[in-house]
């Protein structure tokens, strides 16, 4: 398949390759006004005029603030949706469009306001990430204000049916049965409370929507910038 093929096939199928990335995220799918549908939008644009044209990929992100952890993974998301529905040229597919991704992926990086410079502190949180990311059930760090996920270990993910950093910046209660969110909160003002780990029964729901019971312990953690709420569940 060549580069103009290539190109056309991604501008013919590209709202089938929406659908089938979004009904794998499930809640986790980026909303229609989001910083992230911008970045697919602007991602498939660069790609087919990238294939057709034969030039280097030039990503424009002005404007988007992103997490380029969660930005990979919805790249990487769309790349696999778009693999999938190629057949049998879906491995050209993918090779033509992970190079575009990776320099959008690299440019979010360059220019996010959130880097830091590396140092003994970032070593050490880096340590503790790796051991998070080891624990087999699934962790989830959640900002107590909002109930937004900050970040998850990759058992987190497997439960939940979706890549561990496509769920970075979602609402947690997206992944929460309705008649179980009172629970989650009631427990999570109750956490911000006080320093003890509160544990507790109750239920998640995945991105196909099936429920899962889950036995959960939350722990504070504070910042100077905010409140964390430290979930660990495990399936029952």
């Not at 049916?161 to 003002?189: I, N």
Request: one cysteine or more; proline letters at 6%.
């Amino acid at each position: 398949m060549t580069g103009a093929h290539l190109a056309r096939f991604l501008l013919r199928r590209r709202s089938e390759i929406d659908a089938r990335l979004f009904e794998k995220l499930g809640p986790a799918a980026p909303r229609a006004e989001s910083p992230e549908a911008e970045l697919l939008r602007r991602f498939r644009s660069c790609a087919a005029s990238s294939l057709a044209g034969g030039r280097p990929p030039e990503p424009a992100l002005e404007g988007l603030k992103l997490n380029d952890r969660r930005a990979g993974a919805l790249l990487d998301g769309w790349i696999e949706a778009a693999e999938a529905l190629a057949g049998p040229d879906g491995e050209a597919v993918a090779s033509a469009l992970r190079p575009v991704a990776q320099a959008f992926v690299t440019r979010l990086r360059q220019t996010s306001a959130t880097r830091r410079a590396s140092g003994a502190p970032r070593a050490k949180r880096r340590a503790v990430i790796a051991a998070i990311d080891r624990v087999c059930d699934g962790f989830l760090a959640l900002d107590a204000d909002t109930g937004h996920i900050a970040d998850a270990n990759p058992a987190a993910g497997a439960l939940l049916g979706v890549a561990r950093d496509a769920l970075l910046g979602v609402d947690a209660m997206a992944f929460v049965p309705p008649d179980t969110q009172a629970t989650w909160w009631t427990e999570l003002d109750a956490m911000t409370e006080g320093s003890e780990t509160r544990r507790f029964e109750t239920s998640l729901r995945d991105s196909h929507g099936r429920d899962i019971p889950v036995s959960c312990s939350v722990t504070r953690y504070a910042t100077r910038d905010r409140t964390l709420a430290l979930v660990l569940a495990r399936p029952l």
